[in-house]
């Protein structure tokens, strides 16, 4: 089975720009989660989906924001990009959003604001 | 708020024991995960504790103590591939409301495994 996939693996934007990154969670997963990692740091929470709702949400601005379609696949949209955006943006599946669940990452998405 | 400490930094010997601590304090509790990320990688799971007490999976073990806010992970006999960083992660109550969780990362710790 393929595991969690991201696209595109690596982008450059300039400042001002709006960029979309793309997540297809494990086949039978209902829930994504987001998230940003700078390099160094561990990775800080953005969102997380299950069945098409918000069910988390980190502490980032409105610039940011994401949805989740029927087939659980889910974007992560970040508008006004700023260079601090620039960061690996690491999407997460699991099957529940509650208990005792495991979270299944992406390779992540490799963001450059210029 | 929430915040999680972890080393940044630890060197051990290929076929010793390590133990990486992690301290957090959080609003609300929900779980505290441990994931392994090797350089370039995404992190992978490797033990997830919600109630008091050591999880044993193979050469892992993790444990917890709530009222503490510590747990630590401890790796046994260790192979070259273990060298990677250590993320320690508690869920917890998110900001947007009831129902709803967000997973807190620690900085991470970088492990190096010399021979």
């Known amino acids: 089975d393929a595991g969690v996939t991201q696209s595109p693996t690596h982008l450059i934007k300039t400042r001002g720009q709006h960029v979309t990154l793309r997540c297809s969670p494990i086949s039978g997963h209902k829930s994504v989660s987001w998230y940003q990692q700078v390099l160094g740091q561990g990775p800080q929470f953005i969102f997380q989906?299950?069945?098409?709702?918000?069910?988390g949400r980190g502490n980032f601005p409105d610039r940011f924001s994401a949805r989740q379609f029927p087939n659980y696949s889910s974007e992560l949209n970040v508008n006004a990009l700023l260079l601090g955006d620039s960061a690996l943006y690491l999407c997460?599946?699991?099957?529940?959003?509650?208990?005792?669940?495991?979270?299944?990452f992406g390779p992540g998405t490799r963001l450059t604001v210029t | 708020g929430q915040n999680i400490d972890q080393p940044t930094e630890m060197t051990a010997t290929e076929g010793a024991i390590v133990q990486i601590n992690c301290t957090y304090q959080?609003?609300?509790?929900?779980?505290l995960f441990w994931y392994q990320q090797h350089a370039g990688e995404a992190p992978t799971f490797l033990s997830y504790n919600v109630l008091d007490g050591l999880e044993e999976k193979g050469r892992f073990s993790s444990f917890l103590s709530r009222s503490k806010g510590y747990s630590y992970l401890l790796l046994k006999e260790l192979q070259m591939k273990d060298s990677a960083s250590y993320l320690c992660a508690v869920r917890a109550p998110s900001y947007s409301g009831a129902g709803s969780y967000q997973l807190t990362f620690g900085k991470g710790t970088k492990l190096s495994v010399i021979p």
């Open positions: 989906y299950y069945e098409k709702e918000e069910r």
């Open positions: 959080t609003s609300g509790f929900n779980g």
């Open positions: 997460a599946s699991s099957l529940v959003w509650q208990g005792a669940y495991e979270q299944y």
